[in-house]
């Protein structure tokens, strides 16, 4: 089950920034923060993730507290075509058969607008 | 590189009938995964592969449903018979590696239906 919490929609104008925030009071020492976002009917698509630092690739920044109870994503300069849900996910670490495993929640509809 | 291409893209089927989903992963990718989303429902994990080795089934909803990964390479989901709570979208994905610090490439899903 779903360990995280979002609001399940928002809304941001074209150019600027998109701060979606996360919930995951409950997250352990070795498990993972991740984001995928789902656009119309496309199939999910990976973002970013992190385990305690601050990550930031070509897409997205994402900034952890340091408690590790949540996170936010941020689009710096949101377009239209980031319209989409956006989920955060909490994924164990460690080894184990259900390592594989992504717990999709109902995510955060984004909405941009021009 | 080629992403992760299932198909069909749509299928209808009658209830009773039996479809079978394929999935074709990014080539090099020992990891396989099958997701879906039923009606109004979240996306859920159904099973991982390992090359062919089932490294967690767990997720599958009962015995109408068949993964088979045969050589290590394309995997297939059959349904078998049919029900129409098994509408939804099936989405595959797979990665290089299997461990948290890697994230995963899904491809743009099977849409069934089943009337």
């Known amino acids: 089950d779903a360990k995280t919490t979002q609001p399940p929609s928002m809304d941001c104008a074209e150019g600027r920034a998109a701060n979606l925030p996360c919930n995951h009071s409950?997250?352990?020492?070795?498990?993972?923060v991740y984001w995928y976002r789902q656009i119309h009917s496309q199939g999910p698509q990976y973002i970013i993730h992190g385990l305690k630092n601050n990550e930031t690739n070509e897409m997205a920044s994402l900034i952890i507290t340091e408690d590790r109870k949540s996170s936010t994503l941020i689009l710096p300069h949101a377009t239209l075509r980031d319209t989409a849900v956006y989920y955060c996910?909490?994924?164990?670490?460690?080894?184990?058969?259900?390592?594989?495993?992504?717990?999709f929640g109902r995510g955060t509809q984004l909405t941009v607008w021009p | 590189e080629a992403g992760v291409t299932q198909f069909p893209s749509h299928s209808v089927i009658e209830k009773g009938q039996t479809v079978t989903l394929r999935c074709d992963p990014i080539s090099g990718h020992d990891n396989l995964y099958w997701y879906r989303r039923v009606m109004g429902k979240e996306i859920k994990f159904l099973l991982h592969?390992?090359?062919?080795?089932?490294?967690?089934e767990s997720g599958m909803p009962n015995n109408r449903f068949l993964a088979e990964r045969t050589g290590g390479t394309y995997s297939t989901l059959k349904v078998q018979p049919a029900e129409l709570e098994d509408s939804g979208v099936y989405f595959c994905?797979?990665?290089?590696?299997?461990?948290?610090?890697?994230?995963?490439?899904f491809g743009s899903g099977t849409r069934l239906t089943v009337v």
């Open positions: 996910i909490v994924r164990v670490g460690g080894r184990g058969s259900t390592l594989g495993r992504l717990y």
């Open positions: 994905a797979s990665s290089q590696v299997t461990g948290p610090n890697y994230g995963y490439t």
């Open positions: 592969f390992v090359k062919e080795s089932k490294q967690d």
């Open positions: 409950t997250i352990s020492g070795n498990e993972y």
